[in-house]
């Protein structure tokens, strides 16, 4: 209460939407379950990309393709960045176009790159577009509105029902796997890529029932000029609330090492661990405990006496402390002991996004208010397990990536007190 008085909202700012959000009845629950599957299956195919990194390399390595590390994790990297820095025009899409259109033009990108891969499987600097850009954009796009949608359905339960959704990537991360790794073995890349496209035909479908329960605020102005147009698409005001700024900002350090181990996980147990062990067991027990996470802390945030930042901020602390562990680990049920710890604060920090977003911004600004936190964080996911990537190039070994990649949250959430913080009132003569 204190921070609104100080530093009250900008005069067109309204974060209260006009009707009262039912909180339940079949059109809502069917609005989550859509959701469920858009944020699965996006999520499901770019976190499992560990699968596809491992066979990449070892291509790009055979052929001689020098730093065949990095340039394989690009492609992965690419695809997880840009799916946060399109955020940002995802947010502005859907103040332009509508949720809507916005999610079934994301999946139409989608499943465009996935198609264009599937001709050019092993060639890294088409996949950096393909695979990496354009699903990258394409999920973005299809992402950030399947979120916003939410506020639209639900209030008191929001909480609850943005866990429900987000539960749906740590679903398919564990589905997909075991099922990308039967494709590749059996058909190949490039029939994986093709039977990928058949599931982002979904989030496509999902996309047409992202219908808003209250009218969205469209751009209506007789004043074409460029400068009038952009402020009608892009509001800027949610930046002049000082909670928004001390949450978002310190995001892009907090999620510098997100993707590391995602991506390089795989490659790590091969190189640490024998062949007895299952290689893709500790990102699937990551995915799991992360559904677990996300269902639980998404309960326990519709609780008016927690706080969901305090919570967050918990989540990057132990996420942190966990991964700069993992290197030092010798015992593989340790590792996915380790994994499972992981997996449930990732699913604190995913299920309490949205919330976050509603309750400092409101629902009509939600998409803009994601997607430019996301978007600002994009370049540091890109950069993360493609610098991961290189420095194991060159010291055969992932102590040093992983212990950088805990570092980062612990950082980045501790400059988030500054929320916390009453600002200093000015001086009186």
């Keep these: 209460m204190a921070d609104k008085k100080v530093t009250p909202a900008p005069k067109n700012f309204d974060p ?12 809502a629950w069917v609005i989550v379950v859509a959701s469920f599957l858009v944020n699965g299956i996006l999520f499901g195919v770019i976190n499992s990309y560990s699968v596809i990194y491992t066979v990449f390399e070892k291509y790009l390595r055979d052929h001689g393709v020098p730093n065949s590390e990095s340039k ?9 960045g840009f799916t946060f820095f399109m955020s940002i025009a995802s947010g502005i899409l859907s103040r332009l176009l509508g949720l809507r259109k916005t999610a079934v033009l994301g999946g139409v990108i989608a499943c465009t790159g996935l198609i264009i891969s599937s001709f050019n499987e092993y060639n890294y600097i088409v996949l950096s577009f393909t695979y990496g850009l354009m699903y990258g954009s394409g999920s973005s796009l299809a992402y950030t509105p399947s979120l916003a949608i939410l506020g639209h359905y639900f ?13 749906g990537s740590s679903v398919f991360t564990v589905i997909m796997p075991p099922l990308m790794e039967y494709m ?25 029932l992202f219908k808003p329960l209250f009218g969205e605020e469209k751009p209506t102005t007789t004043d074409r000029s460029c400068k009038t147009l952009l402020s009608t698409m892009v509001n800027v005001d949610m930046w ?14 907090c999620l510098f090492g997100y993707f590391v181990s995602f991506v390089h996980i795989k490659r790590f147990i091969e190189i640490n661990f024998d062949d007895s062990v299952s290689k893709n067991l500790p990102l699937q027990c990551i995915a799991f405990m992360s559904g677990v996470g996300r269902l639980l802390f998404g309960f326990l945030s519709d609780s008016p006496r927690l706080n969901k930042i305090y ?105 988030m007190f500054c929320i916390h913080t009453k600002p200093t009132p000015p001086r009186t003569s």
């Design 72 to 80: 394989a994790a690009l492609v992965g990297s690419l695809s997880m």
């Design 155 to 167: 209030k008191k339960y929001l909480g609850l029902v943005n866990g429900i959704a987000t539960v």
């Design 16 to 27: 209260e939407p006009e009707k009262t959000p039912p909180d339940g009845g079949i059109r």
């Design 311 to 415: 919570l967050q901020q918990i989540s990057f602390y132990v996420i942190g402390c966990s991964t700069i562990f993992m290197p030092f680990i010798k015992k593989f049920w340790l590792l996915v002991a380790t994994a499972l710890l992981i997996g449930l604060f990732d699913g604190c920090f995913i299920s309490l996004m949205g919330p976050i977003a509603i309750e400092i911004c409101g629902p009509a600004y939600a998409a803009q208010a994601i997607g430019f936190m996301l978007g600002i964080c994009a370049p540091m996911l890109s950069v993360g397990p493609t610098l991961a990537g290189y420095v194991f190039s060159i010291t055969k070994s992932y102590t040093i990536p992983f212990i950088c990649a805990g570092i980062c949250p612990i950082v980045g959430s501790t400059l």
């Design 184 to 208: 590749i073995t059996h058909h190949g890349l490039r029939w994986l890529f093709r039977v990928l496209v058949l599931f982002n035909v979904v989030t496509l479908l999902c996309g047409f």
């Design 240 to 253: 002049k609330i000082r909670k928004y700024r001390f949450w978002a900002l310190p995001m892009p350090i």
